[in-house]
């Protein structure tokens, strides 16, 4: 099981944190935390529930971590491992994370793929998303897989929604002339732009668009 104690700053002050793999007594704290992460108009059923919760840590332990600052539980990141076609990257989030109660998880699957990631909002700004991405790298090395992948929401897109198609959207955001509060994060914590893809998600915000961001594993055999 994982388990790095390190310090994060509030401005200059160094505050304990640590990231860990998150259990059973977690449960009610993560539920808040979705429910503070994703406030309408995202929709509540798909905050965690503790059926999906038990199945992260009983079918992939290694892939349910969360991190706390100061003893607070502040933030929870949960992936799977699944096997990853990159000719037929198309699919929706629903399918490939089994709705977010991961039984399709494949012990054998090459690509370890991101649920969810969620910051309790009170513990922003304190780098908390990119020291549990940074774990689920290791993760990735650690398992000697070829990549980690996931479904970025675009939550930006909405207010150019009527002048840019959201493949459009996308280049603004990588040529730094848009930021967006999710692809702009994931793409500072390492992880690149490998397609937009439509109806992978239902988010009014986004207009039901993600774009996949990869990180490859720099230690795997590449072709």
């Known amino acids: 099981m994982y388990r790095k104690e390190l310090y994060v700053f509030e401005g200059d002050k160094p505050r304990k944190a640590v990231i860990r793999n998150y259990s059973r007594s977690d449960f ?29 840590v009983t079918l992939f332990p290694e892939g349910a971590i969360c991190v706390e600052v100061d003893g607070v539980l502040a933030g929870s990141m949960t992936g ?44 922003r700004k304190l780098g908390l998303g990119q020291l549990m991405m940074q774990a689920m790298y290791e993760l990735v090395v650690q398992k000697g897989l ?3 992948l996931g479904g970025g929401r675009m939550p930006g897109y909405g207010r150019y929604a009527d002048s840019w198609t959201p493949q459009k959207y996308l280049e603004q955001v990588i040529a730094g002339a848009v930021k967006d509060p999710v692809i702009t994060f994931l793409m500072r914590c390492g992880r690149t732009p490998v397609q937009v ?18 990180w490859i594993n720099p230690f795997h055999g590449h072709e």
Not at 104 to 121: S, W
Not at 197 to 214: F, G, H, K, P, Q
């Open 28 to 56: 009610f704290e993560l539920i808040q935390i979705q429910a503070q992460s994703f406030p309408p108009p995202f929709p509540s059923e798909l905050w965690w529930n503790q059926e999906q919760l038990t199945n992260h």
């Open 80 to 123: 799977l491992l699944v096997s990853f076609d990159p000719a037929h990257p198309e699919h929706k989030w629903e399918d490939v994370t089994d709705n977010g109660y991961i039984q399709n998880h494949d012990p054998n699957g090459d690509t370890l793929y991101i649920v969810d990631i969620c910051i309790r909002p009170s513990h």
């Open 146 to 148: 070829k990549r980690l």
């Open 197 to 214: 893809v439509a109806d992978y998600l239902e988010d009014e915000e986004s207009r039901n668009y993600a774009t996949l961001m990869e």
